[in-house]
């Protein structure tokens, strides 16, 4: 059976940039742009050329893509053709291949938030297309607030579309700007606009989550007849964000009738790099990539409970609805409280030990991690902590270096602009290969800011390892979680700590003391073991 094409439009430069919070340079969407030209999408939207210097930089710099590179702006205003337009004027000169002009086709907006006639509108609409067109441009029009304003108005709504149709336009994009239209009646809509003379061929469907069923409507979309599907990495967009591609894209694929009915530019190669790909622009971002998240998080495919752990163990489809790896991503057994033999093997198997079914060391290992989750210890997020600890009961955990004491202090005082500022400083002294090492290290970043104790421990622990120096060099540490397990006076700290290193390795280690620094200190200690043992370090 011949599979129809569905075509991937990524708007992560434009209408991810809008997220609250969000706001890259030039350099970082020349570095997302390249990870979307390898992923397969169609098209990659950079921006709005003449917005702002950062979009307007991007497209004088960005080299030859294998995607359709579109540029984005609106529709010439009112009073002016359009190529007397300065605003679209700037769209065109950006020089891409493709446009995308967003317009409106709800008629309150047009009449309130223009303060035009819908016949200005429309005609407006009409000579946009035409402009781009005649430059041999493809043309995009972005039908805002379509769905609402074809609940208000369809007879008015689908004329705006015809306009841009008839003009020339390649792709109409029905748009919930809003974000409040439910999947079954995006379903509908588009049915209806394909039934009154809009080639589903040349439709495309643009969602906001606010429902929080983006993708619900988009695929929704697709199965009435649209096909192209607008979205982001990662959902990244404004309020509540848009469709998230890293959860469309795998669905397109792997999940049936989608991937029966239709392909994409997508390899499966490339589907293979997408939760790279996902955490690559959350690093970017600066921010801790959701755990939860379909597909590409790393709990996606975590088995705490014992039950599901030793059917995972016989066949992994018992509990996962697709292989990890084909998304790049991988299947998790964290250690808790609830966990029986099964689980436990599972995960000594995943870190390469292989322990034979009734070992008396397993129930040794699992009455420790009971023992410790009752003081507050939690080894299901803290995965490297916990096979420390296995590997340490089953006497195969080498004892690298000795902390022989650490000392933390912090001041707060004045600087020379006569500000009230804080420094912290560490002074750690370890035994490696019986020689004594001190280390002395500020809080300080490159910019001159108070990072924290735990930050100047942490550069202090990390400044003279002898032998074992060179790998833990390119060690940073990439979050930081605190949390009070116990109330009143006998209040305890867990601390996570989550590290990376220069092999894309992410880790997270746990600590737990009364005192904060002192939790923080053995999480970081456990960090820094583990990267050894992982490093083929010998003890």
């Known amino acids: 059976m011949t599979r129809e094409r569905l075509y991937l439009y990524d708007t992560t430069l434009r209408d991810g940039q809008q997220t609250q919070g969000v706001q890259f340079s030039t350099a970082e969407k020349l570095k997302i742009a390249a990870a979307l030209d390898a992923l397969g999408v169609d098209h990659i939207e950079g921006g709005w050329p003449g917005a702002n210097p950062t979009d307007s930089a991007f497209f004088e710099e960005v080299g030859q893509t294998r995607a359709t590179l579109t540029a984005f702006g609106m529709t010439k205003r009112a009073g002016r053709s359009a190529a007397n337009d300065e605003v679209l004027a700037a769209v065109t000169n950006a020089g891409t291949p493709a446009v995308c002009l967003v317009g409106k086709t709800h008629d309150f907006h047009v009449t309130t938030a223009l303060g035009i006639t819908l016949e200005e509108n429309i005609a407006n609409i009409a000579a946009s ?13 972005d039908a805002e607030h379509f769905f609402d304003g074809y609940k208000a108005n369809a007879p008015y709504a689908l004329d705006c579309l015809r306009a841009a149709l008839e003009a020339g336009a390649r792709w109409i994009v029905l748009c919930d700007t809003n974000g409040g239209t439910l999947p079954h009646e995006i379903g509908q809509i588009v049915q209806d606009v394909i039934e009154k003379g809009i080639p589903g061929d040349r439709l495309g469907i643009h969602t906001h989550n606010d429902t929080e069923t983006a993708v619900a409507g988009s695929l929704a979309a697709v199965m009435a007849g649209a096909r192209q599907i607008q979205g982001t990495l990662n959902g990244l967009g404004e309020r509540c964000g848009n469709a998230n591609l890293t959860a469309l894209i795998p669905t397109l694929l792997l999940k049936a009738p989608y991937k029966d009915l239709f392909e994409t530019g997508v390899s499966m190669e490339a589907l293979a790099g997408l939760t790279r790909t996902s955490r690559m622009l959350d690093d970017i971002l600066n921010r801790v990539p959701q755990k939860q998240v379909a597909y590409v998080g790393a709990s996606a ?42 689980n436990l093997r ?44 296995a590997r340490d009961e089953l006497g195969m955990l080498p004892e690298f270096f000795e902390v022989k004491r650490y000392r933390v202090t912090v001041e707060r005082r004045k600087n020379k602009y006569d500000r009230m500022v804080s420094l912290s400083e560490a002074v750690v002294v370890v035994k490696v290969d019986g020689e004594k090492k001190l280390s002395v290290s500020e809080s300080m970043d490159e910019a001159g800011n108070d990072r924290g104790p735990v930050n100047a421990l942490s550069k202090a622990l ?35 700590i989550d590290s990376e290193d220069g092999q894309g390795r992410r880790w997270a280690t746990v600590g737990v003391s009364a005192n904060i620094v002192d939790a923080s200190f053995e999480a970081l200690l456990d960090a820094v073991r583990w990267k050894l043992v992982r490093d083929g370090g010998q003890g």
């Open 129 to 141: 297309v035409s402009h781009l067109v005649g430059q041999g441009r493809e043309a995009l029009f």
């Open 301 to 342: 495919f975590a088995h705490k409970a014992g039950l599901h752990a030793s059917a995972i163990l016989k066949d992994p489809t018992t509990y996962e609805h697709i292989d990890p790896g084909l998304v790049g991503n991988r299947r998790v057994v964290p250690m808790s409280n609830q966990a029986g033999q099964s």
């Open 346 to 389: 599972r995960r000594l198997s995943e870190m390469g030990l292989v322990v034979d079914k009734g070992d008396p060391a397993l129930a040794r290992i699992l009455d420790r991690v009971k023992a410790r989750e009752t003081e507050g210890y939690s080894y299901d997020t803290a995965q490297a902590s916990f096979e420390l600890l």
């Open 462 to 496: 990390a400044k003279d390892l002898g032998r074992y120096q060179e790998a833990i060099d390119d060690m940073r540490l990439v979050d930081f979680k605190v949390r009070i397990t116990q109330g009143g006076t006998e209040a305890v700290t867990r601390v996570i």
